[in-house]
């Protein structure tokens, strides 16, 4: 029978009193608390840095899911059948919530005390690569689909509503393009190589942990030297979303975050481009180009319609991030 790799615990000196799966692990409470066990497919090397990196965040009295050393002193043990697994720390606690603005902030709030920490000598392999490679690949990737649908002639919903919609959303993704061009984005991005700064890289509400009056952040598989400003960025996009781009939440969350970790007039900058930039849209349509399109499921066209019906809103935000400077 397949135990997921419970069966691991033995080298780590560990017995499991209970287990049950959570997102993509097991949990399992043992003598010396709860630990997740999930299987490795990441690189050592990498492993071994992130161990590093979540040391010195915990050595400063921060929660995270730091991994447990086995018997042999590694990071990755291997079960009966040779399958690679890690354990980690876990906490007792709730996802936070994003229908609570005292959540929301607190997530703001922890993430600006640990980027204070997340911190380690620069390793040139694991730089985030530059944002204006990215947003030009993209912009060729929308136009590519264009082109494609064009010249099959749409036969869906998902299809007609991106042909009806997708010249407003390129011309917001070459805006943003433009306005990196003498914005401070490489002399920001030098700074954040010099200091040796570190992104979560999925910080989200799936990995904030709320613990009573504390809070736990997991999951930093997706770390990567980079600007922190680009963490805030993808935590207040997930949640603006869910809110149709409430500009005054977006002002509470910057002033919690500022108030831990002043923001500089290149990061507010930053953080401008980044909102006008159609990232939802973009990942939306390559999910559709990248998957099977003789089926596109209703799901996945409700959310191209829901960006769609939420553009105007999201275009009166992003000319209210021009103040920004003003907190």
């Not at 997708?166 to 002399?187: D, I, N, T």
């Not at 010099?194 to 509400?205: L, P, R």
């Not at 030297?225 to 500009?247: C, G, P, T």
Request: some cysteine.
């Amino acid at each position: 029978m397949y135990d997921y790799g419970i069966s691991i615990l033995e080298q780590y000196a560990l017995t499991a009193k209970s287990s049950s799966r959570i997102r993509g692990a097991l949990l399992c409470h043992t003598e010396k608390g709860p630990v997740i066990i999930r299987e490795f497919r990441g690189s050592e090397k990498k492993l071994i840095k992130q161990q590093e990196l979540l040391n010195a965040v915990e050595q400063k009295g921060y929660r995270v899911d730091s991994y447990l050393l086995n018997e042999d002193g590694g990071l990755v043990s291997r079960d009966r059948d040779n399958i690679p697994y890690t354990v980690q720390r876990w906490y007792e606690g709730r996802e936070c919530d994003t229908r609570s603005r005292e959540d929301i902030l607190k997530g703001v709030r922890t993430l600006a005390n640990i980027h204070k920490e997340m911190k380690l000598p620069v390793v040139e392999y694991y730089k985030e690569p530059d944002l204006r490679d990215e947003y030009r690949r993209h912009n060729q990737e929308m136009k590519k689909i264009r082109k494609f649908i064009r010249r099959k002639s749409p036969s869906c919903a998902f299809e007609k509503e991106f042909l009806f919609s997708v010249e407003g959303f390129l011309e917001k993704g070459q805006e943003a393009l433009e306005m990196l061009s003498g914005s401070g984005y490489e002399k920001l991005r030098a700074r954040a190589w010099e200091k040796g700064t570190i992104c979560h890289g999925e910080y989200n509400q799936h990995n904030v942990l709320i613990l009573g009056r504390e809070t736990a952040v997991v999951n930093f598989s997706h770390w990567g030297f980079d600007i922190q400003m680009a963490d805030l960025y993808r935590f207040m996009r997930k949640i603006l979303e869910k809110y149709n781009w409430d500009s005054e939440l977006a002002e509470e969350m910057l002033e919690c975050y500022g108030k831990e970790q002043p923001i500089s007039p290149e990061e507010w900058r930053y953080l401008q481009i980044r909102f006008t930039y159609p990232d939802k849209y973009w990942k939306i349509a390559n999910y559709y180009y990248s998957h099977n399109k003789a089926w596109i499921s209703e799901k996945n066209t409700e959310k191209l319609k829901d960006i769609i019906r939420q553009k105007e809103r999201w275009d009166r935000f992003g000319r209210i991030t021009q103040k920004w400077q003003a907190f």
